[in-house]
T-cell receptor, first 116, second 111 residues
C-alpha cells in the first residue's frame, strides 16, 4: 500500500503559467481533500470531494479548480499561477461516515510550489 | 475568533520533562477530535484520537473537556524524537469529513 501519493514533489512556475497537481490514494477512500500550508497560517482547505464526480469549495478556493473523475485520483489545477499561490500543498483522504469509517485523514507527502 | 486555537510556542524542554499542550475549539457541535504530529517539511500524521473519557498511548495522554471546549495533550518523559509541531484537529458538524486544523504548537526537546 502506497497510501496517498502526490506528484510532483517540487515545482517552480512563472506568474501566469498553469499546472496540475495529482493526488492518488489506494485505500479506497471516499473523501479526498486539498490543503495549502503557509507559515503562521496552518492548514487551509482549498477544495474537497465526497465521492467520484463530486467536488466542493473549501475555505480558500479562489484561483484553483479540481476534478475527481476517478475515485482514487483528485486533481488540483492552477489556471494562471500567482505569487500568492506559493505554498506547500497537501492532499489527504479519508473514509466516509456512510461506510462506517472514521474521519481520520491520511496525508500525502506534499508538493512545494514556488511562483515567481 | 479562530475555530481551533493553540499556543504556537515554541516549547523548549529538556529530555525527560513532562509537557502539556492545550487547544480550544469554538464549534460545540464538533464530535471528533485528534492530535496530529508534523515533522519539519513533512506531512501531518495522526498521533492519536481524543475520546471523551480521555485516552493514553504510551507516554502520550489526551483529554477532552466538552463543557469548556478544550483538548489537551500531555507528553511524559520527553524524548529528542518528540521534537515536532503538534496540531490540534476538530471535525466540523455534518458528514463531510472536513477537519479544522489548529496552527500547531512547536515542541523542541533538548539534550
Amino acid at each position: 500500500n502506497a497510501g496517498v501519493t502526490q506528484t510532483p514533489k517540487f515545482r517552480v512556475l512563472k506568474t501566469g503559467q498553469s499546472m496540475t497537481l495529482l493526488c492518488a490514494q489506494d485505500m479506497n477512500h471516499e473523501y479526498m481533500y486539498w490543503y495549502r500550508q503557509d507559515p503562521g497560517m496552518g492548514l487551509r482547505l482549498i477544495h474537497y470531494s465526497v465521492g467520484e464526480g463530486t467536488t466542493a469549495k473549501g475555505e480558500v478556493p479562489d484561483g484553483y479548480n479540481v476534478s475527481r473523475l476517478k475515485k482514487q485520483n483528485f486533481l488540483l489545477g492552477l489556471e494562471s499561477a500567482a505569487p500568492s499561490q506559493t505554498s506547500v500543498y497537501f492532499c489527504a483522504s479519508s473514509y466516509s461516515y456512510q461506510t462506517g469509517g472514521t474521519d481520520t485523514q491520511y496525508f500525502g507527502p506534499g508538493t512545494r510550489l514556488t511562483v515567481l | 475568533r479562530k475555530e481551533v486555537e493553540q499556543d504556537p510556542g515554541p516549547f523548549n524542554v529538556p529530555e525527560g520533562a513532562t509537557v502539556a499542550f492545550n487547544c480550544t475549539y469554538s464549534n460545540s457541535a464538533s464530535q471528533s477530535f485528534f492530535w496530529y504530529r508534523q515533522d519539519c517539511r513533512k506531512e501531518p500524521k495522526l498521533l492519536m484520537s481524543v475520546y471523551s473519557s480521555g485516552n493514553e498511548d504510551g507516554r502520550f495522554t489526551a483529554q477532552l473537556n466538552r463543557a469548556s471546549q478544550y483538548i489537551s495533550l500531555l507528553i511524559r518523559d520527553s524524548k529528542l524524537s518528540d521534537s515536532a509541531t503538534y496540531l490540534c484537529v476538530v471535525n466540523t458538524a455534518g458528514n463531510t469529513g472536513k477537519l479544522i486544523f489548529g496552527q500547531g504548537t512547536t515542541l523542541q526537546v533538548k539534550p
